[in-house]
């Protein structure tokens, strides 16, 4: 393909930058050959000039296609190159926040820097049993990989991690364990999962430090071999180890710190335990205290170190072992601090009080002295003598380091060994998986040793993995059956020959560290004389003679020779060893005689070189000879198994999240071997396709007529008519294969294409939208014309007729003229005229009118003056008359002064005066306030006069200003004149009416001032009812929260039953897997046993023994097992792994107890509600019979009271009404002693009468107490009226007997007082009836005033309302009252519908037992004659008759048990017999055994049951039909226990005659408990046997599988490959989990089990069908689509259309695939504005915020008209979201969670006696009673 193809203009291009490495830029001229320059556009717009290199005329990388793009295998990329890869990991690192990709065989894992929720136990069952390239890069997809293929080819395998310090190397090895500790079958408390997971922490303390580049930084290469055995369970762990970083314990860099455990020390010594180690913080010693930080941000030490003690303790290293160890850390501490002082020359000393060489020596147990004296000296050893030299300080310094660094190496190794010791198992190792967390390529501004055997160590790991990536391209290759030829690749045996060959540097440097004065001066020289001109990988620096430089694969490195050879031969000074092993420490003393074997083993062995004469000094290996043979062995290890790898990148060197340093990333992928692997499959074929996926892809390329039956034809013919290179593709069978940028060229041809095809689509919408608007704008002109010639031509006949119009308007104009001058001269005449006539009128007038005036004026005056002489009259008159009074009056004002002078008369005139004083006074107030009134109306008249004078006053000054201007005017002088009297008219008629109106006022002022009165009235009687309602009101405030107090506590205790009852379930199912587990590792050591005392006749077998130590645990083989010898128990004791069975014994006891406690709490709680229940029933039959008894003995007392009342009172008159005429006889006569013996007669018979009339009314009451104790007391109530004392009881006091011998009195008496308690009793009965109705009525009335208030408010606001919106409210608040009286009155119905069934059953109850009467009568009346007929009805009485129990011997319950339960098989049972047969002959039989009182019996036959129903579900537990069958049986016979038990809370429903089968002398409640805990483990069968059936097709039928076909966009998922047990060729479909859910339903109603136990597993199955398909839709780029989306959607519809055919939409199911469906919805929806993020979080409640932004994460576009979910949204959204954090957001859900179970009580409606036995069950020993 020619360069011009390629890079031709919009080609997006790679160019070099020296800041981010790599920028991308758009061409914007196409290339032709021999150009030099490209002009390209960046993306920031700039335009640049790209120079070409003329001498190889390298072109720019080419991008990949934006489809391609975030990959999850870079290996899918079309271009292959630095770029690209650069730029994928970038894309799915900053924008998609996944740190794992996939690149061919290698998982790039880039360090976030960031606590991600991506390693829970979740996701790890997410992938566990899934195909790893099926879900998104993970380190738990390699771990899958590795241990399914350990599986399957039975093969080793080895996860190799590498990179460099900070890339995260450690935690993915430890994320890798804990998911092969996950995935393992075995499990346990302290299994050996945990044991090896304790590991890390202990090699972290002891292995990790803090450095520049990481916390948390292994300062050593670790290989731990994970052990499994033939079921792939761990069994143990072996860990390899390879050079530790001694140097860090002396020394450590700026901002570094030493081995964390140092730490965890110093921060835990104020503990008592570390008293004696005398230590302080970290701080006070040198080996600590060199970086000065020696605290970490965010880790406490102490706590660290609480863990790593937990971490020794669990593997099994006791604490005085570790005591040991702490004290060796902490004497090496006191070490660091001992001063070595300086004396001249080559000495140096150590004081002897030195307190740390002390507290050093102390702790060691060695003398100070003698180590003091060999810190500053050494010995020397020639051929004849030995002597002893001083040494100077900064070498004595560097003995004490040197003996530092060889104790820690020694204790690192003591503790390695410890642990692989912990780790080791007893049983064979079949297979085993490694991980090795080994150092990555190291360079630093300065490299020493550490670095150079580092780098010897990748470069043997890169040797490999360029091997073992080659063998799989190749076997892909042939795998495809294409043709393939070498591909070369770089090899890197040279550079490793350079290093580990003869003569190469390690062997130069061992030979130097042999000589006498060897150095490191000397080595180099040797190695620049040797290998500089051999080797073309090793080169000399320029400036340097102590340096040399090595060309590894990844980059060149200089090293430093300073310290080579001091490091390589590690010595230690040995008299300082010699000393320690003085010591009496055990721990130190091993540790030096490992030193000591590990030196004896490599005298023992053959010398290699063939030298003799040896020093003990030579035979000592040196690190780098130990570092090459354990780096031989490793790989030689890997070599034999099968390698993953995991490249671990640190994006940048400041540890900030998510953030990546270019210039970084591509140092270390070109170091870890990244690239090269993208430069392997970059020889050959990496883009590869399925066919199907190509022709999905790139039909857009074919024409209709190229496309053939045969799909692979079709493909192979595009490609070659596409592709002219057949170089550049192979065919395989399966696939095909391209070349590097063929897929790229292919995409840029569909883009064409795809172009070309919306250019013409483009081309044609435009000329139809061009012709569109010509024939538009021509029919607008013809429009137009038309218009215009019309109103042309209206404009014509328009002037046309204004012509005609002006000729007619001129005449009738001018005729109007005239008209109107004739009109006018005539209308003037008249005028003049008309005044001139009334002028004359008026004048005559005005004459006649002064006339009339003259004459009233004289009337007037006369009258006048006749009334003035008739007053001076009257006034003469009466001032004669007052004249001749006076004097009168003064004649008898002497007399009366005369009279007053008399006493007398003044009293009498003083009688009555103050009264009338008080009285006119009185007067005197009431004309006071009348007065007032009058003033008060007086000054309102007078304030109205004076406003009317006012007024009129202004009416005068009017009139006298009209009168001045009538003046002036003369002639309008008359009319003013009737004006005036006019106005004086109106004033009149003013003054009326404003005295009406003064008489309307005061009338409204009384009705005013009456309505206030009544108005205050009603004030204050509403005012009292307010206080009274908020009374109530707080009393109901405080009621209500009381109520809602209640319904919380009610609430809270539901939750915490729902809790425990969860938890109880847990425990449970966990109790009894470590039964079974129990179970089983007895039969082993049965088994075990047997086998190795083979002499023994005696022979175990399965007891099936159960580790319940309750009476329950009895099994059905106990009788065979109880005759196991003693030997045997002991050889089985012997053999058995002690700390398991312990920790399963302690466990198990745990268990029991919570169990116990459990059952007890619940049995307390149902005791208490059934006495509760119980009493309340006793007290109201008693207080009714009680009552009866009172009513009975009262009315008695009361009509003989009122007897003797009446009696009494007609003697008393007799006896005193003397003036009768029948007065009474006296005393002694005849008469009276007659009536007096008459008289007692009566009395003596009126006593009998009462006597009978007692005992008859107390019989009475006796059978009606008898009645309430038959039908509700139970024998509670006693009513012996004998307890009443008799007439002649002696008791009673002697007045009393003697007034009243008969003992009516005292009778009379005791009933009073009865009766007074029984009123009294009556009136508080009636006192709280009436309290109840009155708080009824005052509910009725506050509801009612609510709703009055709510109706006001609702009137208030509709009248704001419009017209319709008033018209809706209306009807709103009318069907809201419609309805909720609706559901009152159904609540109505549903009580008196339960009332009337209630009355049915009693009716039904009597009418039988009425018939069963008359029956009974009838049979009594029988002739003798009709015996055949009768005996007949025997026969059918003696079937009706049976007791429905079934009949057995002693010893039948193993026959009986093995044919109804060991050999039963459920699929014939479920079609043919009665449903749930097994349980009722079981209960049969149980009820024989208890009808004969046998407990043995009893016991046995549970027993029995309950473990032979055990051993079926462990044997058969994979079968589903078994597991529904004993499931539905358990819980019949559980409720059968229930029923038949005499609890009246399960005997409700029974029959008479299941109520008298019921059991009567054992109580079974403890086995109703023991069969529900079976009922529930057979219930968790269940549902793991469903889980396993259908969990494997969940992704392939709601994921994969297109239920919809034709979807744009669509991806084609069939030919993935799938972990399960579907083959390829059968594609599973949605109707298959269909069908599978269909015979699970099937089958539980076949089984008739309960139906709400059967919506309980089906609402199970389908969360765990939801939790399935989201976590793998949550760990799958490729399904995060609009279309996936939409499928789901679809397959979730058909799944709820399943549940409503099968009427189950109640169940809960539909309700637990809500997420899964918001999940589709949240593909679907769009996701761009602000509207849409409200949206999303409006509508996704179900999915947590780690969810929801998952999905947004990984929504790929599929088709190009999608567009990717941009960060800003995201963050938009987590915005939105960040408040809802009520639950912890996690990310996956929970696929394990079981649902809590609960077990219902269903009466059975089946009569035990009419139960028929089938002959094919094989029980004919059984026999009816």
Known sequence: ????????????????????????????????????????????????????????????????????????????????????????????????????????????????????????????????????????????????????????????????????????????????????????????????????????????????????????????????????????????????????????????????????????????????????????????????????????????????????????????????????????????????????????????????????????????????????????????????????????????????????????????????????????????????????????????????????????????????????????????????????????????????????????????????????????????????????????????????????????????????????????KDTVNEEQINVLKKSKFELLLKLVEDDDNATSSTSKRPSTTGRTGQSQRDKKKTVGLQFRQSLHLLMDTLNATTPHYVRCIKPNDHKAPFTLDPVRAVQQLRACGVLETIRISAAGFPSRWTYHEFFNRYRVLMKHTDILDDGKQTCKNLVEKLVKDQDK????????????????????????????????????????????????????????????????????????RRTRAAVAIQKHVRMWICRRRYQQQRSAALTIQSFLRAYMARKQYYKLMFEQKALIIQKWTRGWLARRRYRRTVAALVLLQTCVRRIQAKKELKKLKVEARSVERFKKLNIGMENKIIGLQHKINDQQKENKELRDRLSAVENLQNTERGRQSKEIENLRRSEHEARAKAEALPSLLEQLSFLQHELENTRKEKENLEEHKTAYMEQTQQVIEELNLKNSLLSSEKEELNTLIIEQDQQLTDINVNVENTKQLEKDLGEERCRYQSLLSEHLHLEEQHRDLQEEMRIKSSTSSSNSDHKRTDSNYNSNTSDLSLSLGSTEGERSSAQTEDDIRSTMDLPVLLKLQRKVKELEKDKVSLWQQMDKKEEAQQENAKELEEQKAVARAELDLEILKRQELESENKKLKDDLNELRNSLTNENSDLAPPAPGSLPYSILLEQLNSSNEELDMRKEEVLLLRSHMVRQEALKHKDSALRGNVNLNLCEIPSFQDDDRPADIQNLNEDGELWLAYKGLKETNRLLEHQMQEQERLNNEKFKKLVEEVNKLKEEKEQQKKMFSQSLLLPEDARIDAGLKHEITRLTNENLELQNQQEKQEKNLRKLKKQLKFFMKKVEDFEANVQQMNETPNTSAAVRGVNITRKEKDKQGMLEYKMGEETILLKNLIVDMKPRGVAVSFLPHLPAYIIFMCLRYADTVNNDRRVSTLLHSTISCIKGVIKRRGEDFDVMSFWLANTCRLMNCLKQYSGDEVYTSQNTPKQNEHCLSNFDLSEYQHVLGDLAIQIYYRLIKCMEDTIQPMIVACMLEHEAIQGVVGSKNTRQRRRTTSFSDEGAVTLENLLQHLSHFHTTMKQHDMDLDLIKQVIKQLFYTICAVTLNNLLLRKDMCSWSKGLQIRYNVWQLEEWLTERELTDCGAKETLEPLVQAAQLLQIKKKTDADAQAISSMCTALTLAQITKVLTLYTPVIEFEEQVSPAFITTINNILKDRMEEPSTLMMDSKKIFSVSLPFTASSVALETIQIPASLNLSFLHPV
């Open 1 to 568: 393909m020619a360069a011009s193809e390629l890079y031709s203009k919009r080609a997006r291009v790679w160019l070099p930058d020296a800041v981010e490495v790599w920028k991308s830029a758009d061409l914007i001229k196409d290339y032709a050959p021999g150009d030099l320059t490209l002009s390209v556009q960046l993306e920031d717009g700039t335009v640049v000039e790209y120079k070409l290199d003329p001498r190889t005329n390298n072109l720019p990388p080419l991008r990949n296609p934006n489809i391609l793009v975030g990959k999850n295998d870079l290996t899918s990329l079309s271009y292959l190159h630095e770029p690209a890869v650069l730029h994928n990991l970038k894309v799915r690192f900053i924008v998609s926040k996944l740190i794992y990709t996939y690149c061919g065989i290698v998982l790039v894992a880039i360090n976030p820097y960031e606590s991600l929720p991506i390693y829970d136990a979740d996701i790890i069952n997410a992938y566990s049993g899934q195909n790893a390239r099926d879900m998104d890069p993970h380190i738990f997809a390699v771990a899958e990989k590795a241990y399914r293929q350990m599986a399957r080819d039975e093969r080793n395998q080895s996860i190799i991690v590498s990179g460099e310090s900070g890339a995260g190397k450690t935690v993915s090895a430890k994320y890798a364990m804990r998911y092969f500790a996950t995935v393992s079958c075995s499990s346990g408390d302290t299994s050996v999962e945990e044991r090896v997971l304790a590991s890390n922490p202990i090699m972290e303390a002891f292995g990790n430090a803090k450095t520049t580049r990481n916390d948390n930084s292994s300062r050593f290469g670790k290989y731990i071999e994970i052990g499994f055995d033939r079921k792939y369970c761990i069994i143990g762990a072996n860990m390899r180890t390879y050079l530790l970083e001694k140097s860090r314990v002396v020394f450590q860099s700026q901002e570094e710190r030493n081995y964390h455990i140092f730490y965890q020390l110093c921060s835990s010594s104020h503990l008592p335990e570390f008293k004696a180690f005398k230590l302080g913080c970290a701080d006070d010693f040198h080996y600590t205290s060199q970086g000065q930080n020696p605290v970490m941000d965010g880790v406490d030490d102490a706590r660290e170190m609480c863990n790593t003690r937990k971490a020794f303790s669990l593997l099994g290293i006791g604490e005085n072992d570790q005591m040991e160890i702490y004290k060796i850390l902490a004497a090496l501490l006191h070490l660091s601090n001992v001063e070595v002082r300086e004396q001249s020359g080559e000495r140096s000393s150590i004081l002897p009080d030195d307190v740390h060489l002390m507290a050093f020596c102390e702790l060691m147990g060695v003398q100070s002295e003698e180590m003091a004296h060999w810190f500053c000296h050494r010995k020397l050893k020639t051929t004849t003598e030995t002597f002893v030299k001083s040494v100077a300080k900064i070498n004595a310094v560097a003995s004490r380091d040197a003996l530092a660094k060889h104790i820690y190496a020694k204790l690192f190794s003591w503790i390695v060994d410890s642990i692989n010791g912990a780790l080791k198992s007893a049983l064979k190792q079949h297979s085993f998986i490694g991980v090795l967390d080994i150092y990555g390529f190291e360079t630093f501004d300065v490299n020493s040793f550490e670095q150079f055997c580092i780098n010897y160590a990748n470069e043997k790991l890169q040797q490999h993995f360029n091997l073992h990536v080659f063998k799989l391209e190749q076997e892909e290759y042939m795998k495809e059956e294409i043709p393939w030829t070498l591909i070369d690749f770089y090899d890197n045996q040279p550079c490793i020959d350079l290093i580990e060959a003869k003569l190469g540097v390690l062997d130069l440097l061992d030979e130097e560290c042999k000589m006498p004065k060897g150095s490191d001066d000397t080595w180099a020289q040797k190695m620049y004389n040797t290998i500089l001109k051999q080797n073309a990988h090793f080169d000399k620096p320029r400036l340097s003679n102590r340096a040399f430089i090595i060309h590894h694969f990844a980059d060149k490195v200089e090293y430093q020779c300073d310290g080579f050879l001091e490091k390589n």
């Open 729 to 800: 593709y192979q065919f395989g069978k399966n696939k095909i294969f391209f070349r590097a940028g063929q897929v790229a060229y292919l995409e840029k041809l569909r883009s064409d294409k795809l172009r070309l095809a919306c250019v013409r689509i483009q081309k044609t919408i435009r000329c139809w939208l061009a012709r569109t608007k010509y024939l538009r704008m021509k029919s607008s002109a013809i429009t137009i014309q038309r218009y215009v010639r019309g109103h042309q031509a209206r404009s014509y006949v328009k002037c046309l």
